[in-house]
C-alpha cells in the first residue's frame, strides 16, 4: 500500500508537470525482501532486496521508470540504470508508535523490560545504548503489517518506524514520540522518493530530472557517498543527519556496534554554493553514487559527494572498519 501512495504521488507530479502526456501504474509486484518475512533484513544477505525485480522490469522495457524510497537502493546501481530524481524529502526522522496501552508515553517513561520492535540494526543498537532497560526485538512486515502485530497482539510495547512512511499512508496520529538526532541519527536517504530510470533513455531521464529536490539531491549524495566507503548495508550500524544551510552542507555520520556499546560519530561541513552552469557535453550524464542530476550545479554535487568520502575516511581512520566488521560477524552469527 505505501508503495502504491508513493508511486501515485509521483505520478501526480509527472501528470501537472507533463498534461499531454499519459502515465499508466502497469505493474505492482512483489520483491525479495516483500516476501521473506520471517528473517531479518539484515541477515538475507542481499543487497538489492527491495528493487531487483523491478529494476529487471526496467531492463526488459516492461517501464519506464520506478519508483523507491531512497534508502531501499544500494549505493551502487547495476549497470545501465541509475536514478533520474530525487524528490523533496519527508521528515527523515524515526518515529515511536505506541500499543494503544502505552498511549501518551515515550520510550523513556515505559516499564523496564517493555520489548520495542524494529527490523533495523541502525535504530535498534542507537536506542539499546540511550535506553538499556529497554529489549528490542526483531519484526517485519509492511507497514499495515507491524501496525496490526503491535495493535492486536501483547508481543510488543511499541514499534519504531519511518516518520515519512506513516504520513504517506495518513497515519500520522499514530506518532508517539518522533526520536530526534540526539537520540537516534536516520537512515541514509531516509525520507527521500527516488525515481530509477534506464541510464541511457534520455528522453525519460529528461522528463523525470524536473522532480529532483536539490537541496533532498546534495544531502542524499552526501549521505550516500559516506556509506559507500564505508561499505556499509542494512547488515550493519550506519547512521546519518544532514543539514543544508546558508550554502553549506553539513553531514553527520556514525557507526556502532550491534549493543549500541562502542560507536564513533563526527560531523563535518563543506560549502555547495555554486552556480548552475551550462553542463551540456561529456559531462551530462555524470553520475554521483548512482544519481543523475542534471538541474543541480556539477560542482556542488561533487562537493557533497567529497563530504561523505571524506567524513566515511575520517571514520575509518579512527577505527570504523573494526567496529563494522564485528558488527558484520556478530550479525551473521545471531
Known amino acids: 500500500q505505501l508503495a502504491r501512495i508513493q508511486t501515485d504521488s509521483v505520478v501526480a507530479m509527472l501528470r501537472e508537470l507533463y498534461p499531454d502526456l499519459r502515465f499508466e501504474i502497469a505493474v505492482a509486484m512483489s520483491t525479495t525482501g516483500d516476501k521473506i518475512l520471517d528473517t531479518a533484513l539484515s541477515k538475507i544477505g542481499e543487497k538489492s532486496l527491495f528493487t531487483k525485480e523491478l529494476e529487471n522490469a526496467l531492463e526488459r522495457n ?7 524510497s531512497l534508502k531501499d537502493l544500494p549505493t551502487s546501481l547495476p ?7 530525487v524528490c523533496k524529502r519527508e521528515n527523515p526522522l524515526d518515529a515511536v508508535v505506541f500499543h494503544p496501552k502505552n498511549c501518551g508515553k515515550t520510550l523513556s517513561l515505559l516499564p523496564e523490560k517493555s520489548v520495542i520492535g524494529t527490523s533495523s540494526l541502525r535504530r535498534a543498537a542507537q536506542l539499546k545504548k540511550k535506553f538499556p532497560q529497554l529489549e528490542f526485538k526483531d519484526i517485519r512486515g509492511n507497514l499495515n503489517t507491524r501496525l496490526k502485530k503491535l495493535d492486536e497482539k501483547e508481543d510488543f ?10 504520513k504517506r499512508m495518513g497515519w500520522e496520529n499514530r506518532i508517539g514520540q518522533l526520536l530526534n538526532p540526539e537520540d537516534c541519527l536516520y537512515a541514509v536517504g531516509q525520507g527521500a522518493l527516488a525515481v530509477e530510470v534506464r541510464a541511457k533513455d534520455q528522453e525519460i531521464l529528461n522528463m523525470v530530472s524536473a522532480l529532483h529536490d536539490a537541496d533532498t539531491v546534495l544531502r542524499c549524495i ?4 559516506f556509506m559507500k566507503r564505508l561499505e556499509g548495508g542494512c547488515s550493519v550500524p550506519v547512521a546519518v543527519n544532514t543539514m543544508l544551510k546558508d550554502g553549506q552542507l553539513y ?11 562502542d560507536s564513533l560519530k563526527e560531523t563535518m561541513q563543506i560549502s555547495v554554493n555554486y552556480p548552475q552552469q551550462n553542463e551540456d557535453g561529456p559531462n551530462d550524464d555524470v553520475q554521483h553514487v548512482g544519481i543523475t542530476a542534471k538541474n543541480v550545479p556539477g560542482q556542488a554535487q561533487e562537493a557533497a559527494e567529497n563530504l561523505g568520502v571524506e567524513l566515511a575516511s575520517l571514520l575509518l581512520s579512527k577505527g570504523a572498519k573494526h567496529i563494522l566488521s564485528v558488527a558484520r560477524q556478530l550479525n551473521d552469527a545471531c
Open 251 to 261: 553531514l553527520t555520520g556514525a557507526v556502532y556496534s550491534l549493543d549500541g556499546s
Open 79 to 85: 549497470p545501465g540504470f541509475t536514478i533520474g530524481a
Open 222 to 225: 552526501a549521505e550516500r557517498a
Open 157 to 166: 510495547s511499541a514499534i519504531i518506524l519511518a516518520a515519512a512512511g506513516l
Open 62 to 68: 516492461e517501464v519506464d521508470l520506478v519508483v523507491h
